[in-house]
């Protein structure tokens, strides 16, 4: 991944639209209402400020090694009158430094960037029993042609322009064998592909 932040930042404005659908998705695919989630990655943020807008018993972290992405997903926070739930904290894109069964939900957005065997296996450690992982890459199942559409152009050059790998269902179950986490595990190419994990 080419990491530059004003692209990344682009990106990540370019989706304003879609994360409240993504953040649907997430509960009802988890079937939580309330816990502790995180977002992690480049592309944070977006799903964390979501979920706290929906459902007023999340907290949420947000991790990332820029301080950009960290800071705009404050001030989206802000603006949505949720940030008092909402945590940052600056980390290497390889690791999750928090203890075994910290989070009720994980998501990695734009994951297939940067998605390694051995980060699975640390959102994995950081689920909570009945916790739900959502790793992935596309609009998620529940995002509206409508939404799409105006942006989808733009978001595949930009995407582009980042480095984006490109990975099929095939790539991912490799991933997963090598994580060790095959049997905890769905692969979903509805709204993209997806990588859903249960803890």
């Given at each position: 991944?080419?990491?530059?932040?004003?692209?990344?930042?682009?990106i990540?404005?370019?989706?304003?639209?879609?994360?409240?659908?993504?953040?649907?998705?997430?509960?009802?695919?988890?079937?939580?209402?309330?816990?502790?989630?995180?977002?992690?990655?480049p592309?944070a943020?977006?799903?964390?400020?979501?979920?706290?807008?929906?459902?007023?018993?999340?907290?949420?972290?947000?991790m990332?090694?820029?301080?950009?992405?960290?800071?705009?997903?404050?001030?989206?926070?802000s603006a949505?009158?949720?940030?008092?739930?909402?945590t940052v904290?600056g980390?290497?894109?390889?690791?999750?430094?928090?203890k075994?069964?910290?989070?009720?939900?994980?998501?990695?957005?734009?994951?297939?960037?940067?998605l390694?065997?051995?980060?699975?296996?640390?959102?994995k450690r950081?689920?909570?029993?009945?916790?739900?992982?959502w790793?992935?890459?596309?609009?998620?199942?529940?995002?509206?042609?409508?939404?799409i559409?105006?942006?989808?152009?733009?978001s595949?050059?930009?995407?582009?322009?980042?480095g984006?790998?490109?990975?099929?269902?095939?790539?991912?179950?490799?991933?997963?064998?090598?994580?060790g986490?095959s049997?905890?595990?769905?692969?979903?190419?509805?709204?993209g592909?997806?990588i859903?994990?249960?803890?």
């Amino acid at each position: 991944m080419i990491r530059d932040e004003d692209l990344i930042e682009q990106i990540n404005a370019l989706w304003l639209p879609v994360y409240p659908y993504m953040a649907d998705h997430v509960i009802a695919a988890s079937g939580l209402g309330s816990g502790k989630v995180l977002d992690f990655g480049p592309f944070a943020g977006g799903i964390a400020v979501s979920l706290l807008e929906k459902r007023p018993e999340f907290h949420a972290k947000v991790m990332d090694e820029s301080e950009r992405v960290l800071r705009l997903a404050v001030e989206r926070a802000s603006a949505k009158g949720c940030a008092s739930r909402l945590t940052v904290e600056g980390a290497p894109g390889d690791a999750i430094f928090e203890k075994d069964a910290s989070f009720d939900v994980v998501t990695l957005r734009g994951a297939f960037f940067f998605l390694t065997s051995t980060l699975l296996r640390e959102v994995k450690r950081v689920l909570r029993p009945g916790g739900f992982g959502w790793i992935g890459g596309g609009y998620g199942p529940l995002t509206p042609n409508k939404v799409i559409e105006p942006i989808a152009d733009l978001s595949r050059r930009l995407n582009e322009d980042l480095g984006k790998r490109r990975l099929d269902t095939r790539d991912c179950e490799e991933l997963l064998a090598q994580a060790g986490i095959s049997s905890q595990a769905k692969i979903s190419t509805e709204g993209g592909l997806w990588i859903e994990l249960r803890a």
